[in-house]
């Protein structure tokens, strides 16, 4: 916007000069219009060719104001073509200091490698629940739509070391990836578990045959976004109201009903405690989806003398408020 301004005011400025300055010429002179714009136009350029016609003292006099006055034009577009440079210069530096100074903060966040479609629709997802997110890409092209959608965001490899320190790989609590390239996917896994052990790490396989390969990397998860969508749309066909159960669930306004999921520490009073004396269900009116042991085991539907231990992860149903009051409980 400031660009196009600055454009059209020395368009204007340019005709309003090159007016005054024949309209001078045929007046103190009375020449053609022909010949003042052109003794006009090469005393403002200077380029040092001799004047149309023998010209008197008043229009001397009247060319030193002219020429005067094109020097000043001059330094004036100059000096704003300067100071738009400049500014926008320091407005970027300034503006990736700011960036960078917040990613440095960040703790137990996530970082998303690549801002393509699935990039960008898992990133407001993820900020709709509240969550720091650090965006890794490649492509400078996607700065602006970065800046306008108001994320934290590196400009490089996802498979630099370096990119990946700077995005606080150490202190995050997962990294996903949604390169382009399996392989690309494949190697940046094989990185981030080499950086962080403990990272939680979902990849996106564009090949099915690629799936194995990542999970041998060190992939905890891997999306398959074809087979998902082909499995999606068989269940809408056979199983149509468990999806819309799911959709609601899963949805992103603020439905009534919720499936989350929520850690047991050691902290939590209802360690050893059958589930039927927890409260979860009676109290808080959930439903417990099931219980995951801390080596992997996944219990569904727990009976009610299910004692929970430290290191489990319970997946319950029910309204959001009932299921943070329940976040609490298991981890105060």
Same mark, same amino acid.
């Given at each position: 916007m400031e660009r196009t301004k600055l454009f059209f005011i020395t368009i204007f400025l340019s005709l309003v000069l090159l007016m005054l300055g024949a309209l001078g010429y045929?007046?103190? +002179?009375?020449?053609?219009?022909?010949?003042? %714009?052109?003794?006009?136009?090469?005393?403002?350029?200077?380029?040092?060719?001799? +004047?149309?016609? +023998?010209?008197?003292?008043?229009?001397? %006099?009247?060319?030193?104001?002219?020429?005067?006055?094109?020097?000043?034009?001059?330094?004036?577009?100059?000096?704003?073509?300067?100071?738009?440079?400049? +500014?926008?210069?320091?407005?970027?530096?300034?503006?990736?200091?700011?960036?960078?100074?917040?990613?440095s903060k960040l703790k137990d966040h996530f970082i998303v490698c690549g801002y393509g479609r699935m990039g960008r629709a898992l990133c407001s997802y993820l900020i709709q629940?509240? &969550?720091?997110?650090?965006?890794i890409e490649q492509n400078v092209g996607r700065v602006p739509v970065m800046d306008n959608d108001g994320i934290l965001y590196l400009v490089g490899e996802a498979t630099d070391e370096a990119i990946l &320190?700077?995005?606080?790989?150490?202190r995050a609590r997962g990294i996903i990836t949604v390169l382009g390239s399996d392989a690309d996917n494949v190697f940046l896994v094989l990185i981030a578990k080499r950086l962080n052990p403990d990272i939680f790490v979902v990849a996106r396989a564009n090949q099915n045959e690629s799936e194995k390969t990542l999970y041998d990397a060190g992939t905890d998860k891997v999306v398959s976004p074809f087979t998902l969508g082909g499995r999606r749309m068989a269940h809408a066909i056979l199983r149509p109201t468990v999806i819309h159960f799911l959709e609601l669930a899963f949805a992103d306004d603020d439905t009534d009903i919720h499936v989350e999921e929520f850690p047991v520490s050691a902290a939590s009073k209802l360690i050893e405690v059958p589930l039927s004396e927890s409260g979860l269900r009676q109290d808080l009116d959930l439903i417990i989806l099931s219980?995951?042991?801390?080596?992997?085991?996944?219990?569904?539907?727990?009976?009610?003398?299910h004692q929970l231990e430290a290191g489990d992860t319970v997946v319950a149903v029910g309204k959001n408020k009932n299921l943070m009051q329940m976040a609490r409980i298991l981890n105060p």
């Open positions: 045929m007046v103190i +002179e009375g020449w053609s219009f022909l010949d003042a %714009i052109y003794m006009t136009v090469i005393t403002l350029a200077t380029v040092g060719y001799g +004047e149309v016609h +023998e010209i008197s003292p008043t229009g001397r %006099i009247f060319t030193v104001f002219l020429i005067f006055s094109g020097v000043g034009f001059f330094l004036y577009v100059a000096g704003n073509v300067v100071q738009f440079v400049v +500014e926008g210069r320091i407005r970027h530096i300034l503006g990736r200091r700011v960036l960078d100074k917040q990613i629940k509240y &969550l720091d997110v650090v965006v &320190l700077k995005a606080g790989i150490k219980v995951k042991k801390a080596d992997g085991y996944m219990c569904f539907n727990p009976k009610a003398s």
